[in-house]
């Protein structure tokens, strides 16, 4: 079985910084994809940042400056600068890639709450 396994979240006030972690837990998968996700109270999940195929990253213009996705191996990284209210939310992160060989799968971790306090 593989699974990602997230940490880091937390409370923070406005202008300070978090970074998220995430690892893949189990054996022989191959990342493909990697992507952060957020979901606020009473919104729909949206993507945050993602590198597709060891490219480079691509951000959403909420974050663009602030924020930086990052990978080491079997782990992901979200490092969050500046932070504002609107920021708050349950942080999800993503990986798609292949496992034993022949299946592809889409892997979510169990998500983690960040609040950035005004």
């Known amino acids: 079985q593989v699974q990602l396994v997230e940490s880091g979240g937390g409370l923070v006030q406005a202008g300070g910084s978090l970074t998220l972690s995430c690892e893949v837990s189990?054996?022989?998968?191959?990342?493909?994809?990697i992507a952060w996700y957020r979901q606020a109270p009473g919104k729909q999940r949206e993507l945050v940042a993602g590198?597709?195929?060891?490219?480079s990253a691509n951000y959403a213009d909420f974050v663009k400056g602030r924020f930086t996705i990052s990978r080491d191996s079997a782990k992901m990284y979200l490092q969050m600068n500046s932070l504002k209210p609107e920021d708050t939310a349950v942080y999800y992160c993503?990986?798609?890639?292949?496992?034993?060989?022949?299946?592809?799968?889409?892997?979510w971790g169990q998500g983690t709450l960040v609040t950035v306090s005004s």
């Open positions: 189990g054996d022989r998968f191959s990342i493909s994809d």
């Open positions: 993503n990986a798609d890639g292949w496992w034993m060989g022949d299946r592809y799968l889409k892997l």
């Open positions: 590198i597709i195929r060891g490219g």
